[in-house]
């Protein structure tokens, strides 16, 4: 890897983001990842953006189920996080409270907010797809809620102030 390429990977350390974890059910089974790449790109219509390596095994699974669940991540949930960001081993749904909505992709019922959403088209860059998901159903926590980041590698909680 080029220096400028190390340069990218350290400052993308320095955003901080959400923790997902970005599920699907259908046709080719049910899967879930971890992931921070997601984004809003309109709420009229709603319609979020999720990143993907292609050459991750949920890159074939969502794009043959067409749809996924944006499950935003709480504080509590860190150990949930690792679970769905290991390869294979151990069975990723039999940790957590897990219910659907109006796709059928797998919700984490205590997520601080489940993004449940069809997949609308894939475009490739580079070594990902940005699946672009239009919103079907939003699950939000009644209570202002603690949520997990990740940070320069690492874990980090957010509590709501207000």
């Not at 292609?54 to 709480?74: A, D, K």
């Not at 294979?88 to 909505?101: C, E, H, I, M, Q």
């Not at 088209?121 to 919103?135: D, K, L, P, T």
């Amino acid at each position: 890897m080029d220096d400028a390429a190390l340069k990218f990977r350290e400052g993308m350390s320095r955003l901080g983001a959400a923790v997902n974890i970005i599920t699907s059910d259908g046709p080719e089974g049910k899967h879930g990842m971890t992931a921070s790449a997601v984004c809003s790109i309109t709420d009229s219509p709603p319609t979020l953006l999720v990143c993907v390596h292609q050459e991750n095994h949920s890159h074939g699974v969502f794009n043959g189920n067409g749809n996924l669940c944006v499950n935003v991540l709480g504080g509590q949930h860190e150990e949930l996080s690792a679970i769905f960001a290991q390869r294979g081993g151990k069975d990723r749904f039999g940790t957590g409270n897990w219910t659907s909505l109006a796709t059928g992709a797998p919700v984490l019922a205590d997520a601080v907010v489940a993004f449940d959403c069809r997949i609308l088209e894939r475009r490739s860059m580079g070594s990902h797809s940005v699946f672009y998901a239009r919103v079907a159903e939003v699950l939000v926590r009644d209570a202002p809620a603690e949520t997990l980041i990740w940070f320069d590698r690492s874990y980090h909680n957010l509590q709501a102030t207000g």
